[in-house]
């Protein structure tokens, strides 16, 4: 079994930064960060390989967003800059505990507001 927590989300103007923290436990693989807006779908945002050496964004994020993970402490970060009002949503990480699975688990979310 896999828990998933989110930290670091709230409100920040347009053009600051926000880093969200995901504390995992147990086993996984690749680590994903998804992102939902009011009266929208589930949208992927970033994903990194369990070694930390692949990479890949949503094209709305390329050069904002950077997705990073430390397998010593059990974490995967999400620092965000030069974030924008269509970044507001609330933020889930998410758990593949085996290669080119589904993601099988998921945390609780963490809120991201972006004053304009």
């Known amino acids: 079994q896999v828990q998933l927590v989110e930290s670091g989300g709230g409100l920040v103007q347009a053009g600051g930064s926000l880093r969200l923290s995901c504390a995992t436990s147990?086993?996984?693989?690749?680590m994903g960060w998804f992102r939902q807006a009011p009266g929208k779908d589930r949208e992927f945002v970033a994903v990194?390989?369990?070694?930390?050496?692949?990479?890949s964004y949503a094209d709305s994020v390329k050069g904002r967003f950077t997705i990073s993970r430390d397998n010593a402490k059990n974490m995967v970060y999400l620092q965000m800059n030069n974030l924008k009002p269509e970044d507001t949503a609330v933020y889930y990480c998410?758990?593949?505990?085996?290669?080119?699975?589904?993601?099988?688990?998921w945390g609780q979310g963490t809120q991201v507001t972006v004053s304009s």
């Open positions: 147990g086993r996984t693989f690749s």
């Open positions: 998410a758990a593949r505990t085996s290669a080119g699975g589904q993601y099988d688990f």
């Open positions: 990194i390989s369990w070694s930390g050496g692949s990479t």
